[in-house]
């Protein structure tokens, strides 16, 4: 069995007060693409946020590469190879595009590596390297999601997280950025991936998890979950 870069157990997390996580266990292998559903407000951003130290927990544990991440930082993950692109982009609308692929490789100080990797994706986000002098802020939506899968790859990390990155985009959009996770992943990228479009996610995924009211409620084979009348009926609107 290939080895267990995330293990998530008995996670619990309160959020404004809310208990969003209640218990929430998941794994991640090396080379997998594990997907997490749910409907909204179901506590699959605030497991995100936890995994990557931005929202503290307070039950149960987080091991990464076998460790806990109990008491590291965001900056600390980053650099051990664990790096996200959130709910909403979070680009620098102010810097070039380039700029923030620069930005991304804030851990790193190999010049010639982080150069090669900006044409690295360039290569695999065509439409950057168009727009590598544009603001980022003037980009559509789209744009800005390839622009902050581009800049966390920029890391080069071991788990890519990334967080319903197909949410507000147009059905074409959607179309092409699940074509680059893809192509991601037969990369070698192992990935965590949280998406509304349940359908979607599980059509690309080894594995999936469903997460309801901050419990995980059922898991298991990606393909088989698609079959399954339960998600259907709950979660691919059949």
């Known amino acids: 069995m290939a080895n267990t870069l995330l293990k998530v157990k008995g996670l619990k997390v309160n959020y404004g007060g809310i208990k969003a996580v209640k218990g929430a266990d998941l794994e991640v292998h090396e080379g ?25 927990f307070v039950e149960g544990d987080i091991e990464y590469l076998g460790q806990s991440i109990k008491g590291k930082g965001a900056w600390d993950l980053v650099k051990e190879g664990l790096a996200m692109v959130p709910e909403g982009r979070g680009v620098f609308t102010r810097m070039t595009i380039t700029e923030n692929l620069q930005i991304g490789a804030f851990t790193r100080n190999d010049n010639g590596g982080i150069a090669a990797d900006i044409e690295k994706m360039f290569g695999i986000f065509p ?5 590598k002098d544009q603001l980022a802020g003037t980009m559509s939506g789209g744009e800005q999601q390839m622009l902050a899968m581009a ?9 890519l997280l990334l967080d319903e ?20 992943y037969a990369q070698g990228v192992t990935i965590l991936l949280v998406e509304q479009n349940a359908s979607r996610a599980l059509k690309i995924a080894d594995r ?31």
Do not use: H
Not at 36 to 49: E, R
Not at 172 to 178: P, T
């Open 151 to 159: 800049r966390a790859l920029m890391s080069r990390p071991k788990v």
């Open 127 to 131: 439409r950057l390297r168009e727009r």
């Open 208 to 238: 999936g998890y469903v997460m309801d009211s901050g419990l995980i409620t059922m898991s298991g084979d990606a393909k088989l979950m698609l079959d399954d009348p339960k998600v259907r009926a709950a979660y691919l609107g059949e």
């Open 165 to 184: 990155p197909s949410m507000g985009l147009s059905p074409i959009m959607v179309d092409k950025i699940f074509e680059v996770v893809r192509d991601v």
């Open 32 to 56: 997998e693409l594990v997907t997490l559903i749910g409907s909204n407000g179901a506590g699959k951003t605030t497991t995100m946020k936890a995994i990557t130290g931005t929202q503290p």
